[in-house]
C-alpha cells in the first residue's frame, strides 16, 4: 500500500439518457452536474455538507472553468477526482476530473468556491473546523503535482504580424 498523496475520489456515476443531447453524446452543461455532484461528496470529507448549510453558511461557486476533452455516452460510468490547490479564510480553489471507468480522462475543472454566510448573503470566514480540514487536505494535495491545466485562461491566441 503506497503512502503517495492521492486526490479525492467521487463514487461512480452514471450518465443518465436525458443527459443526451442531439449530437448523441452528454451535453455540456451535465458535465457540471457530474462534477458538482462528485465535489458533493469530497464536502462530506471537508465539513461542507448539508448539514453545514443548515447552520446559515454555505458555499457558492464564483467561477469555474470546464475543458471538455472526450465525449460521454449515455450509460458510460465515471467518476470524478477533487484536488484543493489552495485556500484562504474565505474562498479556496480545487482542481476535478472527470474519468471514465475505463481509465480515460473525459474533462477537467478548475474552479473558485466562496464560503457565504447566507443572513446576507456575504462572502464570510469559514469556522477553525472546516478551516482545519482545508488546511490538512492542501498539505496533502500540495504533494501531487499541479494539473497542467490549471490556471489556463480563455481566448483566441494569434499570431502576431
Not at 140 to 155: F, M, V, Y
Request: charge should be negative.
Amino acid at each position: 500500500m503506497s503512502d503517495a498523496p492521492v486526490p479525492f475520489r467521487s463514487d461512480e456515476m452514471t450518465v443518465l439518457p436525458e443527459w443526451i443531447d442531439f449530437n448523441g453524446h452528454l451535453n455540456m452543461a451535465y458535465y457540471n452536474v457530474l462534477f458538482d455532484q462528485g465535489v458533493d461528496q469530497a464536502y462530506g470529507e471537508i465539513g461542507l455538507g448539508p448539514a453545514y448549510q443548515r447552520t446559515g453558511c454555505t458555499t457558492y461557486v464564483a467561477e469555474f472553468h470546464v475543458c471538455y476533452l472526450r465525449e460521454l455516452h449515455e450509460g458510460d460510468r465515471v467518476y470524478t477526482t477533487f484536488q484543493l490547490l489552495d485556500h484562504d479564510e474565505k474562498r479556496f480553489h480545487s482542481f476535478q476530473e472527470l474519468w471514465h471507468v475505463d481509465g480515460w480522462l473525459a474533462a477537467t475543472a478548475e474552479g473558485l468556491t466562496l464560503h457565504v454566510d447566507q443572513s446576507g448573503p456575504r462572502v464570510a470566514p469559514m469556522p477553525d473546523h472546516i478551516l482545519t480540514r482545508l488546511d490538512a487536505m492542501r498539505q496533502n494535495h500540495a504533494k501531487l503535482p499541479k494539473p497542467a491545466q490549471a490556471g489556463r485562461s480563455i481566448g483566441i491566441r494569434r499570431k502576431s504580424a
